[in-house]
């Protein structure tokens, strides 16, 4: 089976759960996943066949996506801040609005030092998660010290998976922020970000 073979039955075959153009976009992701080409490159190598290893976790992706995986959990990935983040279902796939939240705290940032502001800057994530937020903000700001707390150990794994990856150094501590003993364990902090989840 070629690329473009590849590429149309998976559009076909998702266009009964999803609309084609959604269909089409997820069809994107699992080819640059697969081939590691680019859209405008998989043009040009259309015709190439996709390799048997590569073609059995086509077959994988295809049957976890017709049984309404999210793509991101699928591919173990997602976008945020330009990077490419580790994601699997022990943490909540990032949303774009907790980008917006990110470009906040960074522009609070820069407002406070615009005018004058150069002290030691603490920066702490309460839940969080795949690390999207702390990672984002200490790639914006290199002299930040930054931390992320959860109470979830393999929420942890992730973020601190995510940290060693995109080659940033937060430091992620295990506990329960609403317990006061277990957060006197956390330095004293400039600002505190937190992005919790719609859910209970």
């Not at 991101?72 to 939240?101: A, C, H």
């Not at 992320?148 to 995510?162: K, Y």
């Amino acid at each position: 089976m070629t690329i473009n073979e590849a590429q149309q039955e998976l559009i076909q075959r998702l266009s009964s759960i999803y609309d084609k153009r959604e269909a089409s976009n997820i069809a994107d992701m699992v080819m640059e996943n697969l081939s590691g080409y680019t859209k405008s490159q998989r043009v040009i190598y259309r015709t190439t066949s996709l390799p048997t290893e590569k073609f059995q976790l086509f077959e994988k992706y295809i049957e976890e996506l017709e049984h309404h995986k999210p793509i991101q959990y699928v591919l173990n990935e997602t976008w945020f801040s330009g990077m490419k983040f580790y994601v699997d279902e022990n943490v909540l796939i990032p949303r774009p609005e907790t980008e917006e939240l990110v470009n906040w705290v960074i522009e609070e940032i820069h407002s406070a030092e615009s005018i004058g502001w150069s002290g030691r800057l603490i920066i702490l994530d309460v839940g969080t998660g795949s690390g999207c937020i702390p990672i984002s903000i200490k790639k914006a700001i290199p002299k930040a010290e930054v931390w992320g707390c959860d109470v979830s150990d393999q929420a942890l794994n992730v973020a601190r998976i995510n940290a060693a990856t995109l080659n940033h150094v937060v430091d992620f501590q295990g506990l329960d922020f609403l317990d006061h003993i277990q957060r006197n364990q956390l330095p004293n902090v400039n600002i505190l970000v937190s992005n919790p989840p719609y859910v209970p």
